[in-house]
Structure formats: structure tokens, C-alpha cells
């Protein structure tokens, strides 16, 4: 999957995938990346892995960025994504019926 970034978007809240470890390759502009308690920010033609199980969020850094992303395995991530509800209420329950897919750190 392609992800790109618009420079004032906010981060997802810091999640982990308890099945599936991601690849990121940062095509253009730079990511701000935490996992964990570290920092750090990843600029163009790098790349990036996290694990299962890692609580880790990321979002544009300085201006739009774009990522190439994989998850594996892929499970039901697709339909966890273009399933989304519009409404902030609804995203709870959707983020329970996909928790091998995501899961909100802390809870």
C-alpha cells in the first residue's frame, strides 16, 4: 500500500499489530517515527521495519510525505482500513471486531 501524508495531518494514535510486522519505505519527504519511547525522523530513500507487537505511531515530518507499506502477513488489513467509520463513535467497536490486526497501546 501507498500512504501519503499531508504536512499538518495528525499521527494514529500509538498502536501496535499484535500478527503482523510492517516494512516502510519512505518515498518522498520525512517521517517522524516513534516507537516505544524513542524518536527519531526518517528521511526520504529509508526504510523502516516494526515488529509485532511493537507500540509505535508515525506521521509526516516538516512537510507531506509518502510511504510505501507493507504488513505481513496481511490478514484483514485492507478491510480494516477502507471499513473506517466517518464517526469517531463507531471507531471503537470497528477497532475491536480487527484487534489481530490493531490494537490501541495502553488498552
Do not use: C, N
Not at 495528525?10 to 516513534?34: C, M, N, R, T, W
Not at 510511504?67 to 475491536?96: K, N, Y
Request: proline share 11%.
Amino acid at each position: 500500500m501507498e500512504q501519503s501524508y499531508e504536512p499538518d495531518a495528525d499521527p494514529p494514535p500509538p498502536h501496535y499489530h499484535p500478527s503482523q510486522d510492517e516494512h516502510f519505505d519512505v518515498l518522498e519527504g520525512s517521517i517522524a517515527l516513534k516507537i516505544g519511547h524513542a524518536r527519531s525522523v526518517v528521511p526520504a530513500g529509508e526504510s523502516f521495519d516494526i515488529p509485532r507487537g511493537t507500540e509505535h505511531s508515525m506521521g509526516p515530518h516538516g512537510g507531506p510525505a509518502r510511504v510505501r507499506w507493507e504488513v505481513r502477513p496481511a490478514l484483514r488489513t485492507w478491510e480494516f482500513l477502507t471499513e473506517m467509520p466517518a464517526s469517531f463513535d463507531e471507531r471503537l467497536g470497528h477497532i475491536q471486531r480487527y484487534s489481530e490486526e490493531f490494537r490501541l497501546a495502553g488498552f
